[in-house]
């Protein structure tokens, strides 16, 4: 395994295994602890390192096991995001095998390149992007959007939780609710349950409650 004394081992692979868990983590750092990030952050990471071992020792050379290690993390991590993306129009075998064949062509590519050209993939530095117009860029979000950013973290670290429901719920519920008319009937409703627009968010609040229980 090509390997100089003084020359460290890239640690890439491992940087994109934690990243995927910190990435969940910080979605859900008001409802999630450390001690329930811990253990998969360490699973991550040490089955990163193996791979990177073993395929470091097959390849001869920890450059291009680090390549392929970075490769296998990404699609294990990002095939559920690809999933959702694709949707139901693309079955799980031809997923699957779209996934099969990226890890396979970048194995050979790998395998195929110089040690030289690889080495020069480690040296590439960052430039800063020019910007448009000169000083300080102007916030993206608007005032109406910074403030609902703000009441959303502030009540989630006061220990609330968000409810999201359906806009839509059946006849019987709505008109309890001094809805449930013609005016706000679905002509195609996906479900017997959400035939009609809802009048109040109590009725959808409600049946959560109840199927929670």
């Given amino acids: 395994m090509s390997s100089s ?3 460290a081992w890239p640690i890439h692979p ?6 995927a868990v910190l990435f969940l983590f910080a979605g859900n750092v008001a409802e999630v602890g450390l001690q329930d990030v811990i253990p998969p952050l360490g699973r991550s990471m040490i089955g990163a390192v193996l791979a990177l071992s073993i395929l470091g020792l097959l390849y001869r050379d920890m450059r291009r096991g680090a390549l392929v290690t970075s490769v296998l993390v990404a699609a294990f991590f990002g095939y559920g995001h690809v999933k959702a993306l694709a949707g139901p129009d693309v079955s799980r075998e031809a997923l699957l095998g779209m996934w099969a064949v990226l890890i396979a062509v970048v194995a ?6 110089s040690p030289a050209r690889i080495a020069s993939l480690t ?3 960052g430039a800063p992007m020019a910007r448009s117009l000169p000083g300080v860029p102007k916030p993206i979000l608007t005032p109406l959007q910074t403030r609902e950013r703000t009441a959303r973290r502030t009540i989630a670290a006061l220990g609330y939780n968000e409810c999201v429901t359906y806009s839509f719920i059946d006849q019987a519920a709505a008109t309890h609710f001094g809805g449930g008319s013609d005016a706000v009937r679905v ?3 996906i479900s017997s349950e959400m035939t009609h627009l809802r009048p109040d968010l109590l009725p959808g609040l409600l049946r959560d409650d109840e199927r929670d229980e």
Avoid at 14 to 19: E, G, I, M, N, P
Avoid at 108 to 113: D, E, G, H, K, Q
């Fill in 14 to 19: 491992v940087l994109f295994a934690a990243y």
């Fill in 5 to 7: 004394p003084g020359r």
């Fill in 108 to 113: 050979i590519l790998a395998w195929r390149l």
């Fill in 187 to 189: 002509d195609n409703p």
């Fill in 123 to 125: 040296k590439l530095q």
